[in-house]
């Protein structure tokens, strides 16, 4: 079966960043900003992007690139007669499906809330109220249900029409659309009465926060999230590598990935600090401050239904981006491994995905007794920390070790595939760096996750 490449350079830049696009950027990179100190955190957010996640970055790209396959059947392609690499394409595969068991539902959430905000549900809604919508909504497993199966069905519906029709055309409409409402969204933020504090606790490096919370805290947050925001490690980007031409390098590439992703992720920040200091609300709020604090926010502000509905439009697109990638991830690992139809490889990936996502719908409900992660915790702490905190830095470290080894690929065949094509080189005086330095500091990230 010939191999399906990209229409276009940009769709495969915005369907990459889309995939490391996601709910990470919007939902965690604000309230961990928050809890960290606000600007310190962001420097060094921003330098551990560049020094650890970017390397990885082709490192994954390069091994999709050359072998032509998905993560499943990479390995086999590169690697040595008799080595044992290939096991990782199965955990890797293993990664997106759990992934996809607790981000089917996140995304439903968001949805839903788009259109609450459209049908102006929380009108003459107090802050209990719209706080206990939630709730309600958590502990309601058929309305749970009904968005987690849209969301499945319209990902799967979009990457049975093929790369080029399905998933590249319809990630670069909402990708163009999520950059531009992002832009709308901050600048009706910055321009709120009392915003421009909350841009200064953002933006302004203030190191008394910093030993409240502690330099080494605020080292290692960053350092994760620099990490995660990338979706590196279960070969999320090995597959788009696999769809490329080789007329640009993957260094080049990957930087212009890196930085629409951390445009979005400060940008989002630029709308939520902004808002958090006009109305008196807490920074740090944690996770709830999308469902609960931002919706508060949007109900006494002026247009807010509108500002509302925008914004978790915004967060359907930022979810829905990655979603489609890690379908189409899956759906290429079947076919690669059975030979099956893309037609085939939806329908089954759809009951298979749509089935594994229920326990994290019923994990706030029916089944809200079983707390895997210490009391209060749900089905989906339990999902998002196998792949969080074990299946992504432990398979970076493969992809890696892979690259850089001579029990590998080999750093010489990496480096020939990295720099193939048109722009940025990656410089071959950096090998002892990618050797033994980024290891220290994925196996730092992988033992602290830990915890």
Known sequence: MERENFKSRLGF???????????????????????NGGGIFVLFYLFFLIAVGVPVLT????????????????????????????????????????????????????LCYFVKFLRNDFQGMNTEAVAGEFSNMLGNPVSMTFWMAVIVAVGF??????????????TKIMMLGLLALIVVLAVNSVSLEGGMEGLKFY????????????????????????FFTL????????????YMSKDHTLFGESVQIAVLDTFVAIVSGLIIFP?????????????????????????VMAGGRLWGSLFF?????????????????????????WAWSRKKTALINGIVIFAASVPCVLGYNVWSGFQPR????????????????LLLPGGSLIFLLFCVTKWGWGFDNYLAEANTGTGLKFPRSLRWYVTFVIPVVILVILVMGLK
């Open 203 to 226: 933006l302004v490096p203030d190191w008394s926060k910093v030993e409240e919370v502690g330099l080494a805290n605020v080292i290692i947050a960053a350092m994760n999230q620099a």
């Open 231 to 242: 979706s590196l490690g279960i070969g999320s980007m090995a597959i788009f590598g696999s």
């Open 374 to 389: 210490g009391a209060g915790s749900a089905v989906l702490d339990l999902e998002d920390f196998i792949v969080s905190n």
């Open 275 to 299: 808002a958090c200091f006009a109305f008196g609300v807490d920074p740090g709020a944690g996770p709830e401050l999308i469902f609960i604090t931002l919706p508060n926010v949007f109900n």
């Open 157 to 170: 519906a979009i990457c049975s029409l093929g790369l080029q029709a399905g998933v590249e055309r319809i």
């Open 59 to 110: 490192m994954e790209f390069a091994v999709g690139r050359a072998s032509r396959k998905s993560p499943v059947c990479c390995y086999q392609e590169l690697e040595k007669p008799g080595s044992k690499w290939h096991i990782h394409g199965l955990a890797a595969m293993l990664g997106n499906y759990v992934l996809m068991m607790f981000y089917t539902s996140v995304a439903g959430w968001m």
């Open 313 to 337: 439009l915004f967060m359907t697109f930022a979810a829905f981006s990655t979603i489609i990638a890690v379908f189409e991830n899956i759906m290429a690992c079947c076919m690669d491994k």
């Open 13 to 35: 830049i915005l369907i990459s960043a889309g995939c490391a696009i996601g709910i990470g950027n919007v939902w965690k990179f604000p309230y961990v900003t928050g809890q």
